[in-house]
């Protein structure tokens, strides 16, 4: 079973403040996934990584995956109240029986003005 | 996740009854996956169905629960008599052909309650 930890669970800071998320896991994953969920509403998708060591920036957001394809952090750059949201990182390890999910235990981060 | 749509999403049922949820994916994706997200809990791999075949139902309860994706129409997610431990957040994802870089998009889900 593989298992993927997010650090930290909640965070709740000011608008302004820079900030970093961590998804750790001991498994190899042929991808990961980025979402950010909204209360009462499905995952939107943010960001695909693939390759080990692979960076990717969308905005003020920096995605980053482990050489070894296990972990995963998420930078924010001066983070906005629109920034709050439930951040979910996701694993998929690509079979012949498609590319299912497991899914990180999340991070809670709110920004106040 | 534009696109991906499910209904209803509400649902309320008592305990005992059937609940059926529909999910009908983005145009161009023949590929299905749902999801649970219960209470507190995160979001956990049910079935991954792709036109008339159940590919991987590793996630799914052995008993009540089943899926289908016939032909034509949506997806379908049926959980017979139900139980109040059944109430949770069902989301669909859909994607084209798995590889590498495919990515899955999620529907806005549908929120059972058991009473």
């Known amino acids: 079973t593989q298992l993927l930890e997010q650090s930290p669970q909640f965070l709740s800071i000011q608008e302004g403040e820079n900030l970093t998320v961590y998804c750790n896991s001991s498994?190899?994953?042929?991808?990961l996934q980025w979402y950010r969920q909204e209360p009462g509403e499905g995952p939107v998708l943010l960001v695909t990584?693939?390759?080990?060591?692979e960076v990717k920036k969308l905005k003020r957001l920096t995605f980053q995956f482990g050489d070894a394809r296990k972990d995963s952090s998420l930078h924010i750059t001066a983070a906005q109240p629109g920034d709050t949201g439930l951040y979910l990182c996701?694993?998929?390890?690509?079979?012949?029986?498609?590319?299912?999910?497991?899914f990180g235990t999340g991070t809670q981060l709110k920004v106040e003005l | 996740n534009a696109g991906v749509m499910q209904n209803p999403r509400h649902l309320v049922r008592r305990r005992g009854q059937e609940a059926r949820l529909r999910c009908s994916p983005m145009k161009g994706h023949s590929h299905v996956y749902w999801y649970r997200q219960l209470p507190e809990e995160g979001l956990k791999f049910m079935v991954y169905l792709q036109k008339e075949n159940i590919i991987d139902e590793s996630g799914m309860p052995k008993e009540r629960f089943s899926a289908e994706f016939p032909k034509e129409g949506p997806s379908i997610l049926r959980i017979q008599q139900v139980v109040r431990g059944d109430s949770a957040a069902y989301f669909c994802a859909s994607s084209r052909n798995p590889g590498q870089r495919t990515e899955q998009f999620f529907g806005p889900g549908t929120r059972l309650t058991v009473l």
């Open positions: 990584v693939v390759t080990g060591g």
């Open positions: 996701a694993g998929a390890i690509l079979t012949g029986g498609g590319n299912k999910l497991t």
């Open positions: 498994s190899v994953f042929s991808s």
